[in-house]
């Protein structure tokens, strides 16, 4: 935590660790808000610098991943989407997971990434992680607005597509997102400092957890025990709750949303802690 103090007419600026580490200095945060916006503004323009379709590829990446899951799991494997087309069932799907998982990818890099950055200069270190979730946010509002041209489209041509108020919860079901994938990826960052071979375990793990996920396929047809078992996923929930508000389709249970949100605020704030305290010495560590 940094402070800024005048002494003898003079200001010096005194930085310390934060002694709570359930502490967010938002306040800091908000200081450094032009830093944030540079390192976001600088992962946009890095991942697509020197390309022929630049900020196009936001768009064609998942779509391409929705014809091709269209092709795999909607014509060979005849995997239904409880009567959505599979255009609007992959793509949301396809949107929703990989804001999870590649917000929790960039933040398992945190330290490990930056550690260079960290030891030259102080900044606070929590701005990397929410640089990566306004950058990343910035392609998945991009590829929404692509989904709302195909949602009108399917809707003019008449599809039984019935949106509802819960469609309204969209900015809090990212919110939700954003927060659980952080808090997973700076315990797993403050983890990997000292045992590098976990970053490789959860690559894999991440593929895993996207087929334990109902991202490919409704959870209407899961049935029994492994019901609960999805549930207890909490990505399942608020994937459920956008498809439920979007198209009107989808198993909206107040009792797993109620469990998700709750694992999320508890994970975040295990991140927080975690990364509060390993801050200080992961340079040592590196």
């Given at each position: 935590m940094a402070t800024t103090i005048s002494a003898e007419g003079e200001w010096?600026?005194?930085?310390?660790?934060?002694?709570?580490?359930?502490?967010?200095?938002?306040?800091?945060?908000?200081?450094?808000?032009?830093?944030?916006?540079?390192?976001?503004?600088?992962?946009?323009?890095t991942i697509y610098k020197q390309t022929v379709l630049g900020p196009l590829w936001f768009i064609i990446q998942p779509l391409f991943t929705t014809v091709m899951y269209t092709f795999v799991f909607g014509r060979l494997a005849k995997i239904g989407t409880d009567g959505i087309p599979y255009t609007l069932f992959y793509?949301?799907?396809?949107?929703?997971?990989?804001?999870?998982?590649?917000?929790?990818?960039?933040?398992?890099?945190?330290?490990?990434?930056?550690?260079?950055?960290?030891?030259?200069?102080?900044?606070?270190?929590?701005?990397?992680?929410?640089s990566k979730m306004v950058s990343n946010l910035v392609a998945t509002i991009i590829q929404f607005a692509t989904l709302i041209g195909f949602y009108l489209y399917f809707i003019f041509r008449g599809e039984a597509v019935r949106p509802n108020i819960a469609a309204l919860a969209f900015p809090l079901i990212l919110l939700q997102l954003a927060m659980l994938s952080t808090g997973f990826g700076v315990i797993i960052s403050s983890l990997t400092t000292k045992y590098r071979d976990l970053r490789h375990l959860m690559t894999f793990g991440i593929n895993l957890w996207?087929?334990?996920?109902?991202?490919?396929?409704?959870?209407?047809?899961?049935?029994?025990?492994?019901?609960?078992?999805?549930?207890?996923?909490?990505?399942?929930?608020?994937?459920?709750l956008f498809r439920y508000g979007f198209y009107g389709t989808g198993d909206v249970n107040r009792a797993a949303l109620?469990?998700?949100?709750?694992?999320?605020?508890?994970?975040?704030?295990?991140?927080?802690?975690?990364?509060?305290?390993?801050?200080?010495?992961?340079?040592?560590?590196?």
């Open positions: 010096t600026t005194v930085i310390e660790p934060n002694r709570n580490l359930l502490q967010i200095n938002f306040r800091e945060l908000w200081h450094y808000r032009d830093l944030i916006w540079l390192f976001a503004k600088r992962d946009i323009q793509y949301g799907g396809t949107m929703l997971w990989h804001y999870f998982q590649i917000q929790l990818t960039n933040s398992m890099d945190t330290f490990t990434a930056n550690a260079a950055l960290f030891g030259k200069v102080y900044f606070p270190r929590m701005t990397v992680p929410v996207m087929y334990a996920t109902p991202v490919i396929y409704p959870l209407s047809i899961v049935e029994g025990k492994l019901r609960i078992l999805m549930y207890i996923n909490p990505v399942t929930a608020p994937l459920e109620s469990a998700s949100a709750g694992v999320t605020v508890l994970v975040f704030l295990l991140g927080v802690a975690v990364f509060n305290r390993n801050e200080r010495r992961f340079v040592d560590v590196v």
